[in-house]
C-alpha cells in the first residue's frame, strides 16, 4: 500500500483480556519494527523483524507480549493478559532495507486503552 | 547501552525568533534522523543525516551531524505557529541501515505569536 497500515486506531479492553494489532507495511518493506509510546513520552523499541525474523526482540517489556510476522508482510503484535500500564499508542514502521536515506515510515498508530 | 537525549524538553518561542534543538548520543552512529510529531498523530520524517558534517534544510529547519562529537541540532528559523508540534531525534546503529532506532524524550516546541 501506499503507506503503512495499522488496526484498529483505537482499542478499548479489560484488564485481563488478550488484544491483537496490526501492522500492514509499505509493500516491498522487509523491515518492520513495532515502538511503543505511553502519553507524553517518547517512542520506546519493542521489536524488529527482517522480512519474517525477529533479529531483535530485545524491548519486549515480558513474556506477555509476542510478534509475529507473515512473510514480508502483515505482522501481529499479541498482548496477552493486558495490565493497566499497556495502555500507550503502538506504532508500528517499516523500511527499506539499505534504503537508510529514506528514513523509516511510521504508521498512525494504535491507541490502546486498559480499563 | 545506547542512550539520547534532547534538550530542551519544552520551548516556548515567539514568532520571528531562532533557535536551536540539541540532540546527544552516547555510543557512536552515522545515522540519525530527525522527526515530528502533531498531537494524536504519528512521526513524519524530517530528515536523515548520514555521514559527519552532514547539513539538510527544508523551509525553516535544518538540520546537523558531528558524529565526532556524538551530536546533532535541529535550528529553527524565525518560527512560525505552524512549526509548533513535538520534535524527536532517533540514532540508529553505525554501520547499518536498518535495525533498531533509539529515540530522545522530544522536544514539545510551541511558537506563539
Known amino acids: 500500500g501506499a503507506g503503512v497500515s495499522q488496526s484498529p486506531s483505537n482499542k478499548v479492553t479489560e484488564k485481563g483480556k488478550d488484544v491483537e494489532l496490526r501492522c500492514d507495511p509499505i509493500?516491498?518493506?522487509?523491515?518492520l519494527y513495532w515502538y511503543r509510546q505511553r502519553l507524553g513520552q517518547g517512542l520506546e523499541f519493542l521489536i524488529y523483524?527482517?522480512?519474517?525474523?525477529?533479529?531483535?526482540k530485545s524491548g519486549l517489556p515480558s513474556d506477555r507480549f509476542s510478534a509475529e510476522r507473515t512473510g514480508e508482510s502483515v505482522s501481529t503484535l499479541t498482548i496477552q493478559r493486558t495490565q493497566q500500564e499497556d495502555s500507550a499508542v503502538y506504532l508500528c514502521?517499516?523500511?527499506?532495507?539499505?534504503?537508510?536515506?529514506?528514513?523509516?515510515?511510521f504508521g498512525s498508530g494504535t491507541r490502546l486503552t486498559v480499563v | 547501552e545506547l542512550k539520547v537525549e534532547q534538550n530542551p524538553l519544552f520551548l516556548s518561542m515567539q514568532e520571528g525568533k531562532n533557535y536551536t534543538i540539541y540532540c546527544n548520543y552516547s555510543?557512536?552512529?552515522?545515522?540519525l534522523y530527525w522527526y515530528r510529531q502533531d498531537p494524536g498523530k504519528s512521526l513524519e520524517s524530517l530528515f536523515v543525516?548520514?555521514?559527519?558534517?552532514a547539513v539538510k534544510q527544508e523551509g525553516r529547519l535544518m538540520a546537523s551531524l558531528d558524529t565526532k562529537a556524538r551530536l546533532s541540532t535541529l535550528h529553527i528559523t524565525a518560527a512560525v505557529h505552524d512549526l509548533s508540534a513535538t520534535y524527536f531525534c532517533?540514532?540508529?546503529?553505525?554501520?547499518?541501515?536498518?535495525?533498531?532506532?533509539?529515540f530522545g524524550q522530544g522536544t514539545i516546541l510551541t511558537v506563539h505569536p
Open positions: 509493500s516491498g518493506h522487509t523491515a
Open positions: 555510543t557512536t552512529s552515522d545515522r
Open positions: 543525516l548520514l555521514s559527519n558534517g
Open positions: 532517533a540514532v540508529g546503529r553505525r554501520g547499518t541501515s536498518y535495525g533498531k532506532l533509539t
Open positions: 514502521a517499516s523500511s527499506s532495507r539499505g534504503q537508510a536515506n529514506y528514513g523509516y515510515t
Open positions: 523483524f527482517q522480512g519474517n525474523s525477529a533479529p531483535d
